[in-house]
């Protein structure tokens, strides 16, 4: 039997879904990045921004969560040393690329880091001061997929692959609620799953991060508006995703396309919001049109994104 006959078409779609909007998001958010769109701009897959890259080509966001997501095609626990270890060697391969763009902090880490995954995580460790950049939230779109069967693993190597860049509690955790969220997505086709995380742990977290979640549904971007920052970009996603009308079949473009009008980070807030929002409606809820547009390294499309979700959880946990 193929092994993705053990789910249905309604699941393949939301985890290709989950990759592809991520992609969708990032490209979307590329010709943004570091402004500030008037409320009249029309929001189109136009490239250009910092790369500049062309249009419909997705950024470092995409890349790494690719990075993330073949390690975890190739069968590879993300919670064992070998796991990681193929996380680490994607994330150098990608570098050895000379991307067009990378976080500040993502920069520090490989740049020195040795080839193994303990080196990455003890050279995240060891660098100072602010610590806590949206680069591991942004790369999360793969992890839920790998462990649908294994909550508490998703929320494991969420907080692992996170800690092999970005030493910084609130960065580790924000990883684990959205990898969960999505995880939940992509089971269930609703949003729930983020706020049925924070149900669920330690009440520290659930203290810093519920009272978040409440002032991102209720309040505007000026009040997270240093998304550069893992906790203000989740919020600005999140904000995204539940000022958008979540009952609408259009509501995934709709949210990725909001995220980007908050300005500032937009690729990476956009595909914060597109890894969820894709694995809530699935990848055919997208516009083909703006879909066939994507492409980036390592010389995919968004048809073998699709194909990598895919394989992905045909052999998840
Ligand atoms: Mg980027």
Redesign the pocket.
């Known amino acids: 039997m193929d092994p993705r006959e053990q789910w249905s078409g309604n699941v393949l779609d939301r985890a290709r879904g989950a990759l592809i909007g991520c992609a969708f998001g ?1 490209a979307l958010g ?1 010709g943004y ?1 570091f402004t500030y769109p008037a409320p009249s701009d029309e929001i189109g897959m136009i490239g250009g921004g910092i790369g500049p890259f062309a249009p419909g080509e997705w ?3 995409t890349s790494m969560a690719i990075a993330v997501a073949r390690a975890a095609h190739s069968g590879l626990d993300l919670r064992a040393a070998a796991g990681l270890d193929a996380v680490a060697a994607g994330f150098l391969d990608w570098l050895r690329s000379e991307p067009k ?1 990378i976080g500040n902090q993502t920069a520090r880490v490989l740049h020195e880091a040795g080839p193994d995954a303990a080196s990455m995580a003890r050279r995240a460790s060891a660098i100072t001061g602010l610590k806590g950049g949206n680069g591991s939230l ?1 790369r999360t779109a793969a992890i839920g997929l790998a462990y649908l069967h294994d909550p508490e693993g998703c929320a494991d190597a969420a907080a692992l692959v996170s800690d092999l860049t970005h030493d910084d509690e609130r960065a580790r955790e924000a990883c684990q609620i959205w990898s969960s969220a999505i995880r939940h997505a992509v089971l269930t086709g609703t949003l729930d799953g983020a706020r049925a995380y924070l149900d669920g742990v330690a009440g520290s977290t659930r203290s810093y991060w519920s009272p978040l979640f409440d002032q991102a549904e209720t309040g505007s971007p000026a009040d997270f508006a240093s998304n550069g920052w893992v906790v203000h970009a989740l919020q600005t996603a999140w904000w995204a995703i539940t000022t958008t009308d979540a009952g609408a079949p259009t509501h995934a473009h709709e949210a990725m396309e909001r995220a980007v009008r908050a300005g500032r980070d937009t ?2 807030t956009a595909a914060i919001t597109g890894m969820l929002v894709g694995a809530r409606w699935g990848a055919s809820s997208l516009p083909d049109d703006l879909v066939a547009m994507l492409h980036g390294w390592p010389g995919l499309t968004a048809v073998d994104l699709g194909d990598l979700a895919e394989g992905i959880v045909a052999s998840t946990r």
Do not use: Q
């Open positions: 990032d590329a990045e950024t470092d966001d763009d942004m690729d990476t």
